[in-house]
């Protein structure tokens, strides 16, 4: 009796010629357009930090300091009122903006027994 041999042997298929591949116009734009203007970006926010130093000042005699003075909050107390106490003088609404700005508060509110600092001139 002969010895069939049951292993099957990969078929070897022809390949077929593939075209080269070919970008149009649209791919190129994009392919040498999308580095050039990520490119571009960098450069002009890098020149913009180096022509543009940060300086408080030239110098420490330059610096202007706002004298200020520690104010506590009392129940009812609002920052227009404590405004008119501390600089009547001054435009409550002027006043009412540098507290919101020495303390960083949020919405001008403040409670009652909370420091804050006031401009003292």
């Known amino acids: 009796m002969q010895g069939f041999n049951w292993e099957e042997r990969p078929v070897r298929k022809a390949k077929a010629a593939q075209p080269p591949l070919r970008l149009t ?4 734009i994009v392919l040498v ?8 970006a960098v450069l002009i926010t890098l020149a913009g930090f180096l022509n543009s130093p ?3 000042a030239e110098s420490a005699s330059e610096l202007s300091v ?3 003075v520690s104010v506590t909050v009392q129940p009812g ?6 405004a008119g106490t501390v600089a009547p003088e001054r435009d ?3 006043v009412v903006a540098d507290i919101v700005q020495l303390n960083n508060l949020d919405g001008g509110r403040v ?4 420091q804050i600092f006031v401009p003292s001139k």
């Open 92 to 94: 409550p609404r002027d």
């Open 77 to 82: 107390e609002s920052l227009w009122g404590i």
């Open 54 to 56: 940060a300086k408080a």
């Open 25 to 28: 116009r649209r791919g190129r």
């Open 33 to 40: 357009g999308l580095p050039l203007i990520l490119l571009s």
């Open 111 to 114: 409670m009652p027994g909370q």
């Open 66 to 68: 706002t004298p200020t």
